[in-house]
């Protein structure tokens, strides 16, 4: 834009200049001209050109022979052939002077400047004008067609914005250009091969399921017949009982990580209610808290908030389980819900050792378990070895980080003990 | 009883067979769906357990077909998914129940008994927990020897808590299996039903878990 604007200032200045060249050229002619024409009557110049126009004709001998009415008596420029300038009449006039050999006079030709000045200005502004009006102009239809041109991008760009982390369908665009068309065909090539990949690796995990709790089950079947008919090596089968459940565990846990890994789970969030779910979790581990002679309840009300079903209860399973081992026989657990500065809260808590301070960031690591720091007399204290596989914190973590929640752990009401506290951002009245 | 056993893999087959024979269960097994669905339409059994994982046929339409020839034959699905969707889509189909895998046994019996029970050709159909003793024919409730007189309502609540033994039951499902949609349920209904149970049963043969529900402590 600027570079046009330079060049058309600099297209003004020149033609000025070349207008002044063609100006001076007709100024000779014109002089040449009065000079040839012999009757003085026949001099008369056209009134308009009169105007602007004025010539003396002097003898050799310095003696006016003739003036149009606008010219002055005196000498209007020197005698002396050539470009001059004057002042008279108010203004400033190019002149020229010719002698003529011929006729043996001088022809004292006068143009005005400003009238020159107007007629280049006119005729180079009436040349460059068009340039002049067209630069912007042009520059609002580049600009138009341009922002036209580049509207399916700002549209791709837009939806490529907003698309979900987890969201792989493929892009779609109306009537896309060809160039884009090409664009939009990678990506969604792309899109395919990522959500045919994590298609891929869900299959997998659901395989591997398969694969691993069937031997699980076959194991468990025959184990169940052998001491069926042989009830006295029940003694001997213990340990092989006890391995087999941590095998299981170990086995469910580490589906539920990876399916509840952010990466991988695709949560579907509806309305559910934690008091409810705690009911059903509860239930569900009863016959483990009736075996260790727990007592539990549950206090709160229904709060309702935004979640994945299926990831609460997993939640809330590992969270009471991990209560459920740590607590010692006949001792007491509580699950409780409620609203507290307007954010939902669940909180479960046991009469375990509970967990020093120093270590409660420690537990949310994978295969962490807080044996593992428990001072010896106490890890012994155990009524029965507690057999945890040291992910069930890990995957509460992940899917307390999947719905925004914060996991407070601090010491239970009971005399000891430890209470895991999820606070969830959200609540729904 | 006669069973049919759908199961694949042959080292799971026979101990279950063998584990439901020890039961006094009379077990066919076959180990594709294409077999399975020949031998309902041929030799109906009472129960059929199957899993869901066959070579052949998808277990979900093993048991949509079983539906079209079936209605009421009792189908207890045995498989290795255990997301929240795929019991819905099995329970949607036209399951009865539905086990996960790795399950225990005991829970397999359980659950093949109530099958049994709402078949009503069980060789046993009483309950006997504790002291209380609970016949599923004939209505009738003995406590310590001694037949007691119960409401409708009050035997409904006492067979639920009997049959899940061990479990908690929590209210709603208390409430939904005894109470139709239709019915005003006033909001202490349930504890009224339960203090005249305590009243006839003792005060400690069901207990409260507060905040959950009411369990019958399996001996």
Same mark, same amino acid.
């Given at each position: 834009?600027?570079?046009?604007?330079?060049?058309?200032?600099?297209?003004?200045?020149?033609?000025?200049?070349?207008?002044?060249?063609?100006?001076?050229?007709?100024?000779?002619?014109?002089?040449?001209?009065?000079?040839?024409?012999?009757?003085?009557?026949?001099?008369?110049?056209?009134?308009?050109?009169?105007?602007t126009?004025?010539?003396?004709?002097?003898t050799?001998?310095?003696?006016?022979?003739?003036?149009?009415?606008?010219?002055?008596?005196?000498?209007l420029?020197?005698?002396?052939?050539?470009?001059?300038?004057?002042?008279?009449s108010?203004?400033?006039?190019?002149?020229?002077?010719?002698?003529?050999?011929?006729?043996?006079?001088?022809?004292l030709?006068?143009?005005?400047?400003?009238?020159r000045?107007?007629?280049?200005?006119?005729?180079?502004?009436?040349?460059?004008?068009?340039?002049?009006?067209?630069?912007p102009?042009?520059g609002?239809?580049?600009?138009?067609?341009?922002?036209?041109?580049?509207?399916?991008?700002?549209?791709?760009a837009?939806?490529?914005?907003?698309?979900?982390?987890?969201?792989?369908?493929?892009?779609?665009?109306?009537?896309?250009?060809?160039?884009?068309a090409?664009?939009?065909?990678?990506?969604?090539?792309l899109m395919?091969?990522?959500s045919?990949s994590?298609?891929r690796?869900?299959?997998f995990?659901?395989?591997?399921?398969?694969?691993?709790?069937?031997?699980?089950?076959?194991?468990?079947?025959?184990?169940?017949n052998l001491?069926h008919?042989?009830p !006295?090596?029940t003694?001997e089968? #213990?340990?092989?009982? &006890? $391995?087999?459940?941590?095998?299981?565990? @170990?086995?469910?846990? %580490?589906?539920?990580?990876?399916?509840?890994?952010?990466?991988?789970f695709?949560?579907?969030?509806?309305?559910?209610?934690?008091?409810?779910?705690a009911?059903?979790?509860?239930?569900?581990?009863?016959?483990?808290?009736?075996q260790?002679?727990?007592?539990i309840e549950?206090?709160?009300?229904?709060v309702?908030?935004?979640?994945?079903p299926?990831a609460?209860?997993?939640?809330?399973?590992?969270?009471?389980?991990?209560?459920?081992?740590?607590?010692?026989?006949?001792?007491?657990?509580?699950i409780?819900?409620?609203?507290?500065?307007?954010?939902?809260?669940?909180?479960?808590?046991?009469?375990?050792?509970?967990?020093?301070?120093?270590?409660?960031a420690k537990?949310?690591?994978?295969?962490?378990?807080?044996?593992? !720091?428990?001072?010896i007399?106490a #890890?012994?204290?155990? &009524? $029965?070895?507690?057999?945890?596989?040291? @992910?069930?914190?890990? %995957?509460?973590?992940?899917?307390a980080?999947?719905?925004?929640?914060?996991?407070e752990?601090?010491d239970?009401?009971?005399?000891?003990?430890?209470?895991?506290t999820?606070?969830?951002?959200?609540?729904?009245? | 009883m006669?069973?049919?056993l759908?199961?694949?893999?042959?080292?799971l087959?026979?101990?279950l067979?063998?584990?439901?024979?020890n039961?006094?269960?009379?077990?066919?097994?076959v180990?594709?769906?294409?077999?399975?669905?020949?031998?309902?339409?041929?030799?109906?059994p009472?129960i059929?357990?199957?899993?869901?994982?066959?070579p052949?046929?998808?277990?979900?339409?093993?048991l949509?077909?079983?539906?079209?020839?079936?209605?009421a034959?009792?189908?207890?699905?045995?498989?290795?998914?255990?997301?929240?969707d795929d019991k819905?889509?099995?329970?949607?189909?036209?399951?009865?129940?539905?086990?996960?895998?790795?399950?225990?046994?005991?829970?397999?019996l359980?659950?093949l008994?109530?099958?049994?029970?709402?078949l009503?050709?069980?060789?046993s159909n009483?309950i006997?927990?504790?002291?209380?003793?609970?016949?599923t024919t004939?209505h009738?409730?003995i406590?310590?020897?001694?037949?007691?007189?119960?409401?409708?309502?009050?035997?409904m609540?006492?067979?639920?808590?009997?049959e899940n033994?061990?479990?908690v039951q929590t209210?709603n499902s208390?409430?939904?299996?005894?109470?139709?949609?239709d019915?005003?349920?006033?909001?202490?209904?349930?504890?009224v039903?339960?203090?005249n149970?305590?009243?006839?049963?003792?005060?400690?043969?069901i207990?409260?878990?507060?905040?959950?529900?009411y369990?019958?402590?399996?001996?």
């Open positions: 834009m600027l570079i046009n604007f330079l060049s058309a200032v600099q297209g003004y200045r020149g033609g000025m200049n070349q207008a002044e060249l063609s100006f001076d050229e007709q100024l000779t002619n014109i002089a040449q001209i009065i000079s040839d024409i012999d009757s003085f009557d026949n001099r008369e110049l056209p009134e308009m050109v009169s105007e126009l004025a010539y003396q004709i002097w050799k001998e310095g003696e006016l022979q003739e003036r149009t009415h606008n010219a002055p008596v005196e000498l420029t020197h005698l002396e052939n050539g470009f001059n300038f004057a002042n008279f108010n203004y400033r006039w190019r002149t020229y002077a010719l002698f003529d050999e011929h006729h043996q006079h001088w022809v030709l006068a143009q005005r400047m400003d009238i000045y107007a007629m280049a200005d006119r005729i180079i502004v009436e040349s460059i004008m068009p340039i002049v009006i067209g630069i102009v042009t609002l239809i580049i600009w138009f067609f341009v922002g036209r041109g580049l509207s399916p991008l700002y549209k791709l837009n939806q490529l914005h907003k698309k979900h982390v987890e969201d792989l369908s493929p892009l779609k665009l109306d009537n896309p250009p060809q160039e884009l090409q664009v939009l065909q990678s990506v969604n090539q395919q091969r990522l045919d994590v298609t690796e869900k299959r995990a659901s395989d591997a399921a398969h694969e691993l709790r069937t031997p699980i089950s076959i194991l468990k079947i025959h184990l169940h001491l008919e042989h !006295e090596i003694a089968t #213990a340990e092989f009982q &006890s $391995s087999l459940s941590r095998l299981e565990h @170990l086995v469910d846990q %580490i589906l539920a990580l990876y399916r509840c890994a952010p990466d991988q695709i949560a579907k969030f509806e309305m559910i209610d934690l008091y409810k779910i009911q059903d979790v509860i239930a569900q581990q009863y016959q483990s808290i009736e260790k002679q727990q007592s549950l206090l709160g009300d229904a309702k908030i935004k979640a994945s299926f609460i209860e997993t939640l809330l399973q590992n969270l009471l389980s991990n209560a459920i081992k740590y607590s010692p026989e006949g001792s007491e657990l509580r409780s819900t409620g609203i507290k500065n307007a954010q939902a809260i669940l909180c479960v808590e046991d009469s375990g050792p509970g967990i020093i301070k120093e270590n409660r537990v949310f690591e994978r295969f962490y378990r807080a044996t593992d !720091e428990m001072p007399q #890890a012994n204290a155990e &009524s $029965s070895p507690v057999t945890g596989c040291g @992910l069930g914190l890990a %995957i509460v973590q992940n899917i980080q999947q719905h925004h929640a914060k996991i752990l601090s239970s009401s009971f005399v000891s003990g430890l209470a895991v999820v606070v969830f951002s959200g609540v729904d009245e | 006669q069973l049919l759908v199961e694949d893999d042959p080292s087959a026979s101990g067979q063998r584990a439901l024979q039961e006094g269960f009379a077990v066919n097994h180990a594709t769906g294409q077999h399975a669905l020949q031998v309902v339409k041929t030799e109906t009472d059929v357990i199957l899993d869901l994982g066959l052949d046929i998808d277990g979900l339409d093993v949509k077909n079983i539906r079209k020839q079936q209605a034959l009792p189908v207890l699905l045995l498989t290795a998914r255990d997301t929240l819905v889509a099995g329970l949607d189909t036209g399951a009865d129940d539905y086990l996960a895998k790795p399950f225990d046994m005991p829970e397999l359980a659950r008994r109530v099958l049994e029970r709402r009503g050709t069980a060789q009483d006997s927990i504790g002291h209380v003793s609970l016949s004939s009738e409730v406590a310590d020897g001694v037949e007691l007189v119960l409401s409708k309502r009050e035997y609540l006492l067979k639920a808590l009997m033994a061990g479990k209210r208390l409430e939904s299996k005894l109470y139709s949609w019915d005003e349920i006033a909001s202490n209904a349930l504890e039903h339960i203090h149970l305590r009243k006839k049963l003792g005060a400690d043969y207990k409260t878990v507060r905040g959950v529900g369990t019958v402590k399996k001996v």
